[in-house]
């Protein structure tokens, strides 16, 4: 099945570095969404986009839905041990009722 | 406010058996969708059910089935179990006013066939 390219694959940071990360598609979304899984659990929702411009954030997140629908952007400023993990993002048409998950970035965080 | 449930959360099982798995969803959401994630990869969508039906079916084959009980949870099984369908089965729900792509996921299944 179809899955977004996201980049880097992998990171390795030092506490307290700013993060970028982001996530295209062939094809058009309507709303961009950000997970982050850890070891073992599921997906857990970081931030929702719905608008094509949109800049929205989370504490130290901060996501950006791109103006042609068909990339977004996730920043994580001064990072902390407990952001490792994977990184997804997510699109949906709004149509249909499915979500196309990306490849994921690895993030680890070095003290 | 428990969040969506699953189980079992480890099985393994060997190619051509079946295997059902089960999940509740969080408390208040009527919708579940099914994902496999494979090592290394993002999650896949299989389906969605919604009011006892199937709404909306991802690229997976028949032998993927589902069922959603009146109580809103809902079982996922699989037949003639193939080496490829070696995943983290992930459960998720969703309130329905709009599907608007925000998923509560469970903590998964995680299928081994040997």
């Known amino acids: 099945g179809q899955q977004l390219n996201q980049s880097p694959q992998s990171m390795f940071i030092q506490e307290g570095e700013d993060v970028s990360m982001n996530c295209t598609s062939s094809?058009?979304?309507?709303?961009w969404l950000w997970y982050k899984q850890d070891p073992g659990e599921g997906p857990v929702l970081l931030i929702a986009?719905?608008?094509?411009?949109e800049l929205t954030s989370n504490g130290r997140l901060t996501a950006q839905f791109g103006i042609t629908r068909k990339d977004s952007f996730l920043n994580i400023s001064a990072s902390i041990p407990s952001d490792v993990g994977i990184y997804f993002c997510a699109g949906f048409t709004g149509t249909a009722s499915k979500l196309t998950f990306g490849t994921g970035t690895r993030l680890q965080v070095t003290l | 406010d428990a969040g969506v449930t699953q189980s079992p959360t480890h099985l393994i099982k060997t190619r051509g058996q079946q295997v059902t798995l089960r999940c509740s969803p969080k408390s208040g959401h009527d919708t579940v969708s099914w994902y496999q994630q494979a090592l290394g990869q993002g999650p896949q969508f299989i389906f969605q059910y919604y009011e006892e039906e199937e709404r909306q079916r991802g690229n997976f084959p028949d032998r993927f089935s589902g069922h959603q009980f009146p109580n809103y949870s809902s079982e996922l099984n699989v037949n003639a179990l193939l080496l490829g369908d070696s995943a983290l089965y992930l459960c998720?729900?969703?309130?329905?006013?709009?599907?608007?792509?925000?998923?509560?996921f469970g903590e998964g299944s995680r299928l081994t066939v040997l």
């Open positions: 998720a729900s969703s309130g329905d006013r709009g599907f608007s792509g925000e998923l509560f």
């Open positions: 986009l719905y608008k094509a411009g």
């Open positions: 094809s058009i979304f309507n709303t």
